[in-house]
């Protein structure tokens, strides 16, 4: 555990390493510059994406075996899938706006849209788009479990952490009741 404010603490589960190698997934430069999808799995790197255009924030969903992240279509960062069963390709949102930072758990999508002048926060699942935010302060870096999305919100006072349940449809605030700083949550 590390501390974070006075009466407040971070804590991870400690995890044996077994292997040299750790799997994961990660954007980077290819021989033409621009930036693709790479997998690492037991030391063996391999690109997935293959473009002239940049794709970036790559997410992996152990669940439902698919990786989501956001690609540069016509001027704007678009939302794709990718099944790594059948290795078919998706895009997920085609507007005239950045939607950037995708997570999935199982079907359900989340990220962060420009909207006007500021980040709002989208689902998608599988078959309906919803917009959870609508309001004119930045919500971003949204991460999804189960029933609950949260993500970040910048309020006039500083940095807010926010927790959608989706079965309620009921948004709550996490405060620090010492008044730490709450920033950049996970799920």
Known sequence: CARVADGSF?????????????DRVFAGPDRDGD????????????QVTENTTDDAAP??????HTLV???LVDARYQIMSLDLDTHEEKQLTFDNFNNMQPTRHGRMTVWQGWVGNDWEIFTNDGETFSMI??????DIGPSLNGDFIVWQ???????KVRLFNMSTRQ??????A?????????L
Request: aromatic content about 12%.
């Open 10 to 22: 971070y804590c991870t589960e400690a995890q044996a390493t077994t292997s040299l190698y750790e």
């Open 35 to 46: 930036s693709e999808i790479f997998v690492e799995l037991d030391g063996v790197v391999s």
């Open 59 to 64: 997410f992996y969903d152990e669940i439902s």
């Open 69 to 71: 992240w956001h690609r």
């Open 133 to 138: 935010t609508d309001n004119s302060v930045h």
């Open 153 to 159: 919100s910048e309020e006039a006072d500083g940095w």
């Open 171 to 176: 948004t709550s605030t996490i405060d620090d």
């Open 178 to 186: 010492e008044g730490a700083s709450i920033e950049n949550p996970r």
